[in-house]
C-alpha cells in the first residue's frame, strides 16, 4: 500500500463497505419502478375488438389484454426494446405479474401482405426446414458480431409445427441461445391465417417456463379469431390478392412483415429483462430478422 495517503485508503475502505448496500439500493430502486410501472397499466377482459386488424379475442379468466400504449410501455420501458409502431396489443396471463422473472406475455401484430395460400402445408418437411433454418441462422452471426449483436443459434423446436387446416390456425416453437444469455429463450409462434394476411401472435419466455407457456399459448389458441367477412373461407381469388408465400415461408421466416429498426440486419433483440421476437423479412433468405440492443448479456 505504499503510497497510498490515509485520506485514500479511507476512501477506498469506504467504497469497498459501501458499494454492496449501492448495488442492492439500485436493484430496490428498479423493482420500485417496474412496480410503479405495472400498477399504471389498465387491463381489459372478456370481449376485445382488434379493429386494424379485423379480428376479435374472447379472453377468458386467465388472460387480460393490454391496448397498444400500454403494450408499448411494457415493450419498450420495462422490458427495454426498441420502439415498434407495429404492435396491436397484448395478451398477457393472470396467473403470473409483468414485472415478475417468471411473466410472460403475448405479443400480436398483423400482415396485410394477401391471402396465405396453404396448399404447401401436408407436404412442408419440417426437419429439412429446420436445418436450412440452422444453417441460415448460423451464416448471418457473422453480420451480426460485425454490427455488434451476439451470435445467435437456433437449438431446435421446442413445439414441431402444427397446421389445423380446419380452424386455419398454425404455430410452432423455437428454443434459441445467444452468446452470453445466461439461459436459452423459448420463442412461440401463432399464425392465424384470414382472408388478406394473417394475425401473429409471439410469446417469448425463458426454457424453463416452457410447460407454462406450451400450456397457455394452447389455452389462448381457440380465443382469437377474424371478424365474419373477413375469415379465411371469405377469399376471393377473383378480388383479393393472394400472398407470395405459404406456410413453410411463413415458419422460415422468410416475409416481409414490419421491417423496424434493423430490417438489413438478422440481429436478435437482447432486451434488458426478455427477449422479443417480432416481424420478419428477405424471401431468398429464410432467415428471421431478429432486432436488439447492442449488449452481449440478456438478464
Known amino acids: 500500500m505504499r503510497g497510498m495517503t490515509m485520506r485514500g485508503l479511507c476512501a477506498a475502505l469506504a467504497i469497498a463497505l459501501l458499494a454492496p448496500g449501492m448495488a442492492w439500493a439500485q436493484d430496490n430502486n428498479e423493482d420500485a419502478k417496474a412496480a410503479q410501472l405495472v400498477s399504471s397499466l389498465h387491463f381489459r377482459q372478456g370481449d376485445v375488438a382488434l379493429a386494424q386488424a379485423d379480428a376479435h379475442l374472447n379472453l377468458g ?33 393472470t396467473s403470473v405479474p409483468l414485472d415478475d422473472e417468471h411473466s410472460w406475455a403475448v405479443v400480436l401484430t398483423e400482415a396485410d401482405d394477401g391471402h396465405v395460400s396453404d396448399e404447401d402445408a401436408a ?32 437449438v431446435g423446436w421446442a413445439e414441431p409445427p402444427h397446421y389445423d387446416s380446419a380452424s386455419k390456425k398454425l404455430y410452432w416453437a423455437r428454443e434459441l441461445s445467444a452468446e452470453g444469455a445466461p ?9 392465424v391465417l384470414g382472408r388478406s394476411g394473417y394475425l401473429s401472435m409471439n410469446a417469448v419466455a425463458g ?65 434488458a429483462k426478455k427477449f422479443i421476437v417480432l416481424g420478419l423479412a428477405a424471401l431468398a433468405g429464410l432467415w428471421r430478422k431478429f432486432f436488439g440492443k447492442k449488449t452481449g448479456t440478456v438478464n
Not at 408499448?72 to 404492435?87: A, F, H, M, Q
Request: charge should be negative; aromatic fraction near 8%; charged fraction near 25%.
Open 207 to 271: 426454457m424453463n417456463d416452457v410447460a407454462a407457456v406450451k400450456a397457455g399459448m394452447q389455452e389462448l389458441l381457440p380465443m382469437v379469431d377474424f371478424e365474419a367477412g373477413k375469415r379465411y373461407a371469405d377469399y376471393d381469388p377473383k378480388t383479393d390478392k393472394l400472398a407470395a408465400y405459404g406456410i413453410a415461408a411463413l415458419i422460415g421466416g422468410g416475409i416481409a412483415a414490419k421491417a423496424g429498426l434493423f430490417a438489413k440486419l438478422g440481429v436478435l433483440l437482447l432486451a
Open 123 to 154: 407436404e412442408t418437411d419440417y426437419p429439412k426446414l429446420l436445418k436450412q433454418m440452422q444453417e441460415e441462422t448460423e451464416d448471418s452471426n457473422a453480420e451480426r458480431k460485425k454490427a455488434g449483436y451476439s451470435a445467435l443459434h437456433l
Open 183 to 191: 439461459q436459452h429463450t423459448l420463442n412461440y409462434d401463432i399464425r
Open 61 to 93: 379468466s386467465q388472460f387480460r389484454f393490454l391496448d397498444t400504449p400500454d403494450a408499448r410501455k411494457v415493450l419498450e420501458d420495462l422490458w427495454g426494446n426498441p420502439p415498434d409502431d407495429s404492435v396491436l396489443g397484448m395478451v398477457v396471463p
